[in-house]
């Protein structure tokens, strides 16, 4: 008898449209902006000569890997998320996307809002 248990089938995350739209803008800033000037100054720094001891080469290389992962995460998760923008009938309910103020004991305001994880 083995113990092998199927993982749960994925849900989709959930998101804000201005949750969307921040990982829309992340993404291209990533792709368009950072990734070029990243990708020039490797290049220049690797002109130099010897990269085994060239910090703006090594660091360069390291922040184009990580560019590059965060490129890829966000492409494959803007595919994914479910965009929820409908709010509830019943506004004194606690729902997705919503701004909750909570008053301590102490008379101290604290704001929450409601999103999933990529926000």
Known sequence: MTRYRPPPPKSAPYVT??????????????????????????????AL????????????????????????????????????DRLPDDTNRIFFGATIDIEREDGESLRYRIVGADE
């Open 49 to 84: 000569g010897d990269r085994s001891e060239n910090a703006d080469y090594i660091y360069g290389k390291r922040r184009l890997g990580e560019i590059d992962r965060r490129v890829r995460y966000l492409s494959k998760r803007l595919d994914e998320v479910q965009i929820v």
């Open 17 to 46: 449209p201005a949750g969307f739209e921040q990982l829309q803008e992340e993404l291209r800033v990533l792709w368009k902006v950072e990734r070029p000037e990243i990708t020039r100054r490797v290049a220049e720094a690797a």
